[in-house]
């Protein structure tokens, strides 16, 4: 199974720097909406691998919890936890005013779409900012050790 899981993800990095080189490549200077297949192509490829990252996670998640039921508390509440981020991250955005310009359209974005890519950076700062912490006390306390 092992072998299968790392054979699958050097199979989808290829398919990613395969991507990248096309975006990288075969984008003009003047990238617009009819030319910029290559940029779309390799968004919606890392939608997909969002997606299966997030049903591999909660599937990950679901297993560990029905080998060990102990862990059922722990899960909910890192549950409530992301969700709280999420919902807290949303309600920041959202008490933003102001307007980011659209050069496409010689406008600006809906307020929709800047609450919703603010939330987001908001989330992925969080988890950042986790993920380095985390990295460090995990590199000091090994070290103390």
């Known amino acids: 199974m092992e072998k299968i899981i790392k054979t699958l993800l050097v199979v989808l990095l290829a398919i990613s720097v395969g991507l990248v080189f096309w975006a990288v490549f075969t984008t003009p200077e ?27 996670a909660l599937f990950g998640a679901a297993m560990d919890m029905f080998k060990a039921p102990s862990g059922v508390k722990r899960t909910i509440f890192a549950f409530v936890a992301i969700v709280g981020l999420i919902v807290g991250a949303y309600v920041i955005a959202n008490g933003h005013d102001f307007q980011i310009v659209d050069l496409g359209n010689q406008g600006f974005f809906e307020r929709n779409e800047t609450v919703i890519s603010d939330a987001s950076l908001i989330v992925f700062y969080v988890a950042m900012a986790g993920a380095i912490i985390s990295a460090i006390y995990s590199a000091v306390s090994d070290a103390l050790k």
């Open 30 to 56: 003047d990238p617009t909406v009819e030319n910029a297949t290559a940029v779309g192509v390799y968004l919606y490829w890392g939608y997909a691998l969002m997606a299966a990252a997030v049903v591999a």
